[in-house]
Nanobody, 125 residues
Framework: QVQLVESGGGSVQAGGSLRLSCAAAGYNPHWMAWFRQAPGKEREGVATIDTGGGSTYYSDSVKGRFTISQDNAKNTVYLQMNSLKPEDTAMYYC????????????????????WGQGTQVTVSS
């Protein structure tokens, strides 16, 4: 059974940093991604990584502030979030099992099959 478990969320002041972790159990995913969903908004892709080749993609809203990385030995992906802003407040979800038929749609929700339960990030001003 595939399981994605996120951790590392919390509350921080604007300008601060947090690091999220996503551990994949029962599965060795090729692509893993982070999405977020704020109240009343659609889920948006934040970052994704090719765990085999190391390629990464970011949304424009986080580029230069967030970094996605991997530890293949632990089947874990991280999201280092720096210079956090109040608008980064959201539930953050880990996703895996990218559909190869959707090549190029790296940050679209429909491109991923497996999802974690989410971890809350709150940034105060």
């Amino acid at each position: 059974q595939v399981q994605l478990v996120e951790s590392g969320g919390g509350s921080v002041q604007a300008g601060g940093s947090l690091r999220l972790s996503c551990a994949a159990a029962g599965y060795n995913p090729h692509w893993m991604a982070w999405f977020r969903q704020a109240p009343g908004k659609e889920r948006e892709g934040v970052a994704t990584i090719d765990t085999g080749g190391g390629s990464t993609y970011y949304s424009d809203s986080v580029k230069g502030r967030f970094t996605i990385s991997q530890d293949n030995a632990k089947n874990t992906v991280y999201l280092q979030m720096n210079s956090l802003k109040p608008e980064d407040t959201a539930m953050y979800y880990c996703a895996a099992n990218f559909d190869p038929r959707r090549y190029g749609e790296w940050l679209l929700q429909r491109s991923y099959k497996y999802w974690g339960q989410g971890t809350q990030v709150t940034v105060s001003s």
